[in-house]
């Protein structure tokens, strides 16, 4: 049998980042926390947490944290069912999710639920591309992605799709781009990535050539919000979804620099396939939410 009071103790260093504040939110000590987790590792027969800086389960520790936030998630249902209040008042739900959805629609169309229930959410975000990840691992119970495959245990569900443009100033297309939108000009002009992930410019351009520049000089802001306020500044060229650039490019802040290319990024809602009321809940919200808001 496995002590769930081990586990929550494995579950909380992972989640907090350290023994530290694992001990805080637990109210135990942070010598009471490391034994804990050491006991399980112990019983289990297998080293379940790197101790790095942060700390991070190991495949077998990710397969016990995917285990028990099933069981945990399974729990709140119950107790709210029983008692109309999960116990500790508020079910948390870690839930995987790209910055542009974050910056855009997703707190849109999730917060009239939000409103409505006992429930807090633990948003883990990262590229479209990557949140595939964190449910595979169990780290969230759910994740917006662009992946369209299922997940053995899980549903899924198409949320719609987001059109990336590629966009700058006036002001800024006149100084880089006069003789229009070559290779040349781009290999020359500040871009801007979100990330080292991100590989959305390469699409477009791709598209539009046939082939992208070897290379180019590029800032790298990985928040969805600045994102756009560089471009807006000026400083650089870069992609943005519709939802945020339809009205920089109605009001004129913003032309688009290929106008007959975009890059379309279908997005899929995948969650753990349990029976838990909540989750099913945030499921439809979402899904109908997104209709209304995304491309179909």
Not at 128 to 142: M, S, Y
Not at 186 to 210: C, E, M, T, W, Y
Request: hydrophobic share 45%; with cysteine; proline share 5%.
């Amino acid at each position: 049998m496995i002590d769930y009071k081990l586990l929550q103790a494995l579950a909380a260093v992972v989640d907090a980042g350290g023994f530290d504040k694992a001990a805080k939110s637990l109210l135990l000590t942070q010598s009471a926390v490391s034994q804990r987790v050491k006991l399980l590792e112990e019983r289990i027969g297998q080293i379940l947490l790197s101790r790095s800086t942060p700390p991070r389960a190991t495949p077998a520790g990710l397969q016990l944290l995917k285990h028990y936030r099933q069981v945990k998630l399974l729990e709140d249902d119950l107790s709210a069912r029983l008692t109309r209040q999960p116990e500790g008042g508020f079910t948390s739900l870690a839930i995987g999710l790209n910055a542009d959805s974050l910056a855009t629609w997703f707190l849109e169309v999730t917060s009239p639920f939000l409103e409505q229930e006992s429930l807090v959410l633990d948003l883990r975000v990262d590229d479209q591309e990557q949140t595939h990840r964190f449910l595979k691992n169990g780290e969230v119970v759910a994740c917006v992605s662009t992946a369209d495959n299922t997940i053995q245990g899980c549903q899924m569900e198409y949320l719609g799709t987001m059109n990336y443009r590629l966009l700058a100033t006036p002001e800024f297309v006149a100084k880089w781009f006069s003789g229009g939108l070559t290779l040349e000009a781009i290999s020359q002009a500040p871009g801007l990535i979100f990330n080292r992930k991100d590989n959305l410019h390469n699409h477009l351009l791709h598209q539009v050539f046939g082939e992208v520049p070897v290379s180019f000089p590029a800032h790298y802001v990985p928040s969805a919000e600045k994102f756009a306020d560089v471009i807006t500044a000026g400083l650089a060229f870069g992609m943005l979804p519709d939802q945020q650039s339809a009205p920089l490019l109605e009001s004129g802040r913003l032309v688009n620099l290929a106008p007959k290319h975009s890059v379309p990024v279908r997005l899929h809602w995948h969650c753990w396939n349990l029976e838990s009321a909540l989750l099913e809940k945030l499921t439809r919200h979402v899904v109908q939410g997104a209709k209304s808001v995304l491309e179909r």
